[in-house]
């Protein structure tokens, strides 16, 4: 059993948890994600580690109520417990694989949308304990639906605040923060790394290729069972087949297939949708599952 330390909601619908699980809490990385289970009958959900305490032994977890298994880990508080937490699980950031010496000499940008923003907060973070600085941009629709601007802002070196309706901060989608910050206030980034829903990935990955930013974007959101056997998270990447649980999560954006991507997603929502998916990709439906050549 993994006890909950403290659990709290953030905004509507939006939860955070600190959670008791030492192994995963010893080895995981920035990007990595992990996989809970509240009791014996739940689903498996997988969630990507927002914060980490190796000495304490605990990771933090934020997540969003959108089915019967996050509505029913919603109920949770302190004191009580998961079932399973397995992880970590995914290939870690890019940017952990590199020298605090070569990270300094980069300008890095970050790109956070929604709940896109519990995954880029551990990078920002790593990277700060490293001593390497990165711009920030947090998007929402509303001034209500932000999370964890104060802890984003401790780690950040700039932090970009912006709303669909400008209720609070920059006005607008976070496109046109990116875009202010280059071409009206002479910013230059040498990377972009953005997190969020997919349409939002899919338009600034648009905009970051315009402006000639390299850019890593994260697909966990269309993640469902988190070890490659569902085939919900099967997407093309400068044509070849990837599974983002398994082979990610991060991706060069610029070479995600976004489109079929989330007209993948419509279809995988239904049992027919899901049907028609395994018989049109035959072997490479699923991948890495152990029980087939895929």
Same mark, same amino acid.
Do not use: C, N
């Given at each position: 059993m993994y006890p909950i330390l403290e659990a709290k909601e953030l905004t509507t619908n939006i939860y955070w948890m600190e959670v008791e699980a030492k192994r995963v809490a010893k080895s995981c990385l920035p990007g990595q994600f992990l996989i809970v289970r509240t009791d014996k009958d739940s689903e498996r959900i997988p969630l990507t580690i927002c914060d980490y305490d190796?000495?304490?032994?605990?990771?933090?977890?934020?997540?969003?109520?959108?089915?019967?298994?996050?509505?029913?880990?919603?109920?949770?508080?302190?004191?009580?417990c998961f079932c399973d937490v397995a992880g970590p699980l995914g290939c870690p950031s890019e940017l952990t694989k590199e020298t605090p010496e070569a990270l300094r000499g980069k300008r890095?940008?970050?790109?956070?949308?929604?709940?896109?923003?519990?995954?880029?907060?551990?990078?920002?973070?790593?990277?700060?304990?490293?001593?390497? $600085?990165?711009?920030?941009?947090? +998007?929402?629709? /509303? *001034?209500?639906?932000?999370? #964890?601007?104060?802890?984003?802002?401790?780690?950040?070196?700039n932090l970009y605040v912006t709303t669909d309706d $400008?209720?609070?901060?920059?006005? +607008?989608?976070? /496109? *046109?923060?990116?875009?202010? #910050?280059?071409?009206?206030?002479?910013?230059?980034?040498d990377v972009c790394i953005a997190i969020g829903p997919m349409i939002m990935m899919k338009f600034v990955c648009k905009m970051t290729e315009g402006l000639k930013i390299p850019t890593v974007v994260s697909l966990n959101p269309i993640m469902v069972d988190g070890t490659g056997m569902c085939g919900a998270c099967r997407v093309s990447v400068g044509g070849q087949v990837k599974f983002a649980c398994v082979d990610g999560p991060e991706f060069d954006g610029h070479l995600v297939n976004f489109d079929e991507a989330m007209q993948r997603q419509q279809l995988y929502k239904t049992a027919e949708g899901r049907a028609f998916l395994a018989v049109k990709e035959g072997d490479t439906h699923h991948g890495n599952c152990g029980n087939c050549d895929a």
């Open positions: 190796r000495e304490k032994g605990t990771v933090v977890i934020v997540f969003q109520v959108v089915g019967a298994g996050t509505h029913k880990m919603a109920k949770l508080k302190a004191g009580d890095i940008l970050f790109v956070a949308g929604g709940v896109g923003t519990a995954p880029v907060y551990p990078q920002v973070k790593w990277l700060h304990e490293q001593g390497v $600085g990165a711009d920030v941009i947090v +998007g929402a629709k /509303t *001034k209500d639906l932000l999370i #964890l601007e104060k802890e984003m802002e401790a780690v950040a070196q $400008g209720s609070y901060g920059r006005s +607008g989608m976070v /496109t *046109k923060t990116i875009q202010d #910050l280059v071409e009206k206030e002479g910013k230059q980034y």
